[in-house]
């Protein structure tokens, strides 16, 4: 049974940093991982991907300030995000797609297995 449980999320201030972390089981290997984040006032959007050559893709309001990583040891997922901003709040989803093309990773479609969030709230 494929799982992902993602862990690290928090309150921070403006310009903080936090590390989110994916726990993957279930499988040996995936075609992309990727992070998602939504809010109630928006539609999921992409974050960052990273495929599985160590390829990584990110959202332009992102490029700069958060790096995707993975550590394929701990079939671990990471995102590292520097100088939060207020709009960079939401619930942010790891998902995996073991099953097939990515397509860049940053379409939420491609992914077969979601994690049930956690929550990132920036205060100004």
């Known amino acids: 049974q494929v799982q992902l449980v993602e862990s690290g999320g928090g309150s921070v201030q403006a310009g903080g940093s936090l590390r989110l972390s994916c726990a993957a089981s279930?499988?040996?290997?995936?075609?992309?991982m990727g992070w998602f984040r939504q809010t109630p006032e928006k539609e999921r959007e992409a974050v960052a991907a990273?495929?599985?050559?160590?390829?990584?893709n990110y959202a332009d309001s992102v490029k700069g300030r958060f790096t995707i990583s993975k550590d394929n040891a701990k079939n671990t997922l990471y995102l590292h995000m520097n100088s939060l901003k207020p709009e960079d709040t939401g619930m942010y989803y790891c998902?995996?797609?073991?099953?097939?093309?990515?397509?860049?990773?940053?379409?939420?479609?491609?992914?077969?297995?979601w994690g049930q969030g956690t929550q990132v709230t920036v205060s100004s």
């Open positions: 990273i495929d599985r050559g160590g390829s990584t």
């Open positions: 998902a995996a797609n073991i099953w097939g093309p990515c397509l860049g990773g940053l379409v939420s479609t491609v992914y077969n297995y």
């Open positions: 279930g499988y040996t290997s995936s075609y992309c």
